[in-house]
């Protein structure tokens, strides 16, 4: 199997986890529309199913376009697709380059979150927040502010984290 035939199962298996786990949302998703239509109201409403929905068209895009991707993360190669099989370090760019995507498209629904809270406290206390409610608010910005760090920098510098690794394991 090469890189690229690995990298292209990894991404349709990731396409699956992310499906199965948009599955698994349903009835708690459907729950808190039915019990909180009127407290959300409807940009409220919409902003809670769109945060479901970035995972679900994430797994189809992954699914539909994994052979074009795993050519575009393999584009730099020096060598042919079928000329050799994956190293280890190959596979470990690979494996981190998933990790980050999908600590990113998690992080997406969570930032949605922070934003439909925050504005529905705010609808409900008033326009001058407590302490707390801010303070609450801002830890979860910053938590999601981490998450997509990590997610870019586990994205984009897997080769560096590989190389590391290697270094690591040198000595």
């Known amino acids: 199997m090469s890189r690229l035939d690995w990298t292209e199962l990894c991404l349709k298996l990731f396409a ?4 199965i786990q948009c599955l698994a949302h ?3 998703l459907l729950s808190a529309l039915v019990m909180n239509i009127n407290a959300l109201g409807k940009s409220g409403a919409w902003f809670t199913i769109s945060g479901q929905f970035v995972p679900f068209l994430a797994a189809l895009t992954l699914w539909l376009s994994a052979p074009s991707l795993s050519s575009r ?3 730099n190669a020096t060598t042919p697709r079928d000329a050799r ?3 280890i370090a190959e596979m470990q760019v690979v494996l981190f ?3 980050g995507l999908y600590i990113l498209i998690t992080a997406v629904p969570e930032f949605l979150r922070t934003v439909i809270t925050y504005q529905q ?3 409900l206390i008033g326009a001058v ?3 707390t409610v801010v303070a609450e608010h801002w830890g979860q910005t910053l938590e999601v502010g981490l998450k997509v760090a990590l997610s870019m920098w ?8 590989v190389r590391l690794l290697q270094r690591a394991r040198s000595i």
Not at 16 to 19: D, E, M, S, V
């Open 97 to 99: 380059s998933a990790i």
């Open 16 to 19: 699956l986890f992310l499906l």
């Open 73 to 75: 993360i393999w584009a």
């Open 154 to 161: 586990l994205l984009l510098g897997s080769q560096g984290i």
């Open 26 to 28: 349903i009835p708690v």
């Open 85 to 87: 099989p994956a190293s």
């Open 129 to 131: 927040l407590p302490p």
């Open 121 to 123: 406290n705010k609808a």
